[in-house]
Each structure stands twice: as C-alpha cells, then as structure tokens.
C-alpha cells in the first residue's frame, strides 16, 4: 500500500521540474535521494505514532493525542474538501487523459472516465478490505516489474547520452530547494497507511515496517528512473519535456514508445487511486466515532466490514470536483499545508514523548534530532510555497479556518464515542 500509493503519476512528469531547477547530473540524483531521505523521515516519526496508537485514524488521531481535537478536525476538515478528495479528483483525472492517448476521448468523456475510475474503485473498497489491499498488492506489483523493465530497457537498449559537466553557479540554494520540494510532492501519500492499522493484522509492527521498507523502494525506483531518463536524454531534453516518461520510451523504443509508457502511467495511477480511495474514509470513520462528523459515518457495513457511509461520502464529493473541474485550484492551494500538519505531528511526537503513558512498539532513531529535523524541513517546505504564491497561499488558509467554527459547532454535539469494531478489532 505505501509503494502504491506514492508511485502514482508524478514521478512521469516531476523531473522536468527538478532538473530545470538543478540543472546538473549529480544535482538531480541528490535531489532525489534527499528527498527520499526526507520522505523516510516522515515515515519513521508516523512509524512511532502508529505503533502506539495502532487505531483507524492515522494522523487524525496523533494530532488529536498530541495537541487537541481542534487540530484534528482542521486536519480531516481539509483532508475531505481538499487535500484528500482534491488528489483523487487530481489522479483520476491523469487516470483519464493517459487513458485518452490510449482511445481519443472529449473532454466530457475524459471526466466520465475519471469518475467511473473513482466509482469503481470505491464499489471494490465498499464490498471489503481484503478486496481492495489485493487489487492494490496486485497493482503495485504490476507498476514495479514495469519500472524496472523500463530501467532496464534504457540502459540495454537506449543511446548513451553524454552527461555533460555541471556549470559553475548553475544551482542556487532556493532552485536547489524548489527542486526538492517537487521531489517531495512526488512521495506524497506515504502516511495514508497509517489510516488502517485498526485494520491490520498486528499493527504495532506491521505498520512500522511497511512505512520504512515501502519508502526505500520507492526512493529506489525514483532513482532508478531518474538516471534512465537521463541515459537516453539530454539534460536540456528532460528539463524542457512535459511528457518525460513518454520521450525516453520514444528514445528507446522509437514510434510507438509513448503508448507502451502510456500504459504504464495507466496502471501506476489506477494503483495510487486505489490506496487513496482505500485510505481516506478510514480518517472519516475516526471523525465520526469522536462525535465530530454525523454518527452515520462510523457504522461499518454488518456484512462488509468497511466504513461504507465514508467511502460513499468521499466518492460523490471526488466526483463533484472532477466534473466541477474545481479540483486543480483546491489541491493547488491547500496541499501545501499538508506540510504544516506534519510539522505539527513531529512536534507532537516530541510533546507525547514526555507524557506518561506513551509507549510505543517502534521508537524513531535519533531521538529527538529527527523529529526537530522533519519538522524545520516540512515548515521550509511550506514557508517556500508560500513565498511562491502568496495569494493561494491566504486562500488555503482561509479554507481551513472555516474549518474552526464548524469544529465548534460538532464539538457541542459531542457525546462519549461507542466503541466500532472497526476499530477494536483487527480484520
């Protein structure tokens, strides 16, 4: 799930981005690799959490324990209308126009794809878990064996192209930065595991490793792919490329390589939808069992076991945003302050560290080194976007504001949360 989830369409359009930032052979492996080291971060701290709180709820929950209900509200109150639904919306609609290389489509049809993807993908999460992790396990194997048959074909059969020496003060500090914070964008989703350890079988030990294991795999196969790009293409070639992916295959394979990637890019995002899709209604159910969304969306289908109201409730809103078009704006101006949330939960780990009663399974190396670490890089990280688009930026704060008194007002309805068998009992 942790592979499947992050490997979705980024990595076959983010280095154009990265090497026109860091325009150097050695500058873009590192960019990679830090962010890969960043992303490991992350998980090693979400790791920790998890294994104390092994309950549905991921990062609802932690920021919930560490500093108040507000704060966990505000994070699943942008997770439904923006930052969870928004890239659902975001990659079923990527989903589509690869689909649309595929067998020309119009724009109307191109929606229609992308909310039939989300539609079917939630019936298969709705009828049961097992169904939607074995349609995950199966696509995440089937995008790997794919990136490594592209590695390994750029090397084998692709040109050479020579990498050319790096020029002096080509790379400044804030383009080094801006190409990591793309690289970052490209590990998205890393934490969504942590959503379902109510549902894992020995969470306090399940969770930690899939988070640790899955982001190293994926760091490889990013820089892997990387270097094969840059093995068939010159380094102004992928930096001016808005279809990447599909220019190496076409170096390699000649006429015809763009559809092969193409399908690639198909099943790669149909993977990433159906971890997210799997994901998010997990946060909601939590919200819901805490007397902070309508009772309903913690029932668990007596048949199915799945938080079917949620996974409804999530769909139709994914929906909306892709035929609204509405989407792009929304993740553009509030998925940044994802961020600022993770800044948050290092804090927090470091707060929860020091109450009695904290005992986790999985403890994070280097104490508290590497949380004060994670979260001066995330807040970089979103001080950055904010410099770069000021005006987006007081518009996604605005949208999560409004978060406040709507958190006010579930909070008088508050009542003492009945235990789900969601998330007692492990499925």
């Known amino acids: 799930m942790v592979v499947g989830t992050i490997i979705g369409a980024s990595i076959f359009v983010q280095p154009s981005t990265v090497t026109g930032a860091v325009p150097s052979v050695g500058g873009i492996v590192a960019v990679w690799i830090i962010a890969g080291l960043l992303t490991l971060g992350g998980s090693l701290i979400a790791a920790e959490l998890a294994s104390a709180f092994p309950v549905t709820g991921g990062v609802y929950v932690y920021l919930t324990r560490a500093f108040s209900p507000a704060l966990g509200f ?19 609609m990527v989903f589509a ?26 019936a298969v999460n709705y009828i049961g878990v097992r169904q939607g992790s074995g349609l995950q396990t199966a696509l995440t194997i089937a995008k790997v064996v794919a990136i490594a048959a592209v590695v390994v074909a750029a090397f084998s059969l692709g040109p050479r192209v020579p990498f050319p020496p790096s020029e002096p003060g080509a790379i400044s500090t804030r383009g080094f930065l801006l190409a990591v ?23 306090q030990r399940t969770i930690p490793r899939a988070l640790v294991a899955g982001t190293i795999v994926v760091t490889a196969c990013y820089v892997l792919l990387n270097t094969a790009y840059l093995h068939v293409l010159p ?6 490329s808005t279809r990447v992916a599909a220019d190496a295959a076409d170096a390699v394979l000649g006429r015809g390589g763009a559809a092969l990637m193409a399908t690639l890019v198909v099943v790669s995002t149909f993977g990433a939808l159906s971890g997210i899709v ?28 799945t938080p079917h109201r949620a996974i409804l409730l999530q769909g139709v809103w994914a929906c909306v945003l892709v035929a609204t078009g509405t989407y792009g704006v929304l993740v553009a101006r509030v998925v940044y ?19 009695p009663g904290f005992a986790p399974t999985f403890r ?9 670490a994670f979260a001066a890089t995330a807040l970089l990280v979103a001080v950055n976007q904010i410099v770069a688009a000021p005006l987006d930026s007081l518009t996604g704060f605005v949208l999560i504001l409004i978060g406040w008194p709507a958190y006010r007002l579930w909070a008088r309805r508050r009542s003492s949360p009945a235990p789900s068998p969601l998330v007692a009992d492990g499925h």
């Open 74 to 92: 505000l994070w699943g109150w942008a997770m439904f209308w923006t930052m969870h639904t928004g890239i659902i919306a975001v990659i079923a």
């Open 97 to 122: 126009r690869y689909v649309g290389v595929l067998v020309p489509l119009s724009d109307s049809g191109l929606r229609a794809v992308a909310a039939g993807a989300i539609a079917l993908l939630s």
């Open 181 to 203: 914070a793309a690289g970052l964008f490209a590990f998205g989703g890393w934490h969504m595991v942590t959503y379902t350890a109510g549902e894992t079988i020995d969470p």
């Open 235 to 240: 380094l102004t070639r992928v930096a001016g």
């Open 278 to 305: 799997l994901a998010g209604p997990r946060a909601y159910l939590a919200m819901a069992e805490d007397g902070l969304l309508f009772r309903r969306f913690a029932e668990v289908h007596p048949r199915y076991q």
């Open 337 to 355: 302050t994802e961020w600022i949330f993770f800044a948050l939960m290092a804090i927090g780990l470091l707060m929860l560290r020091r109450r």
């Open 364 to 372: 994070a190396p280097l104490g508290s080194a590497l949380p004060v």
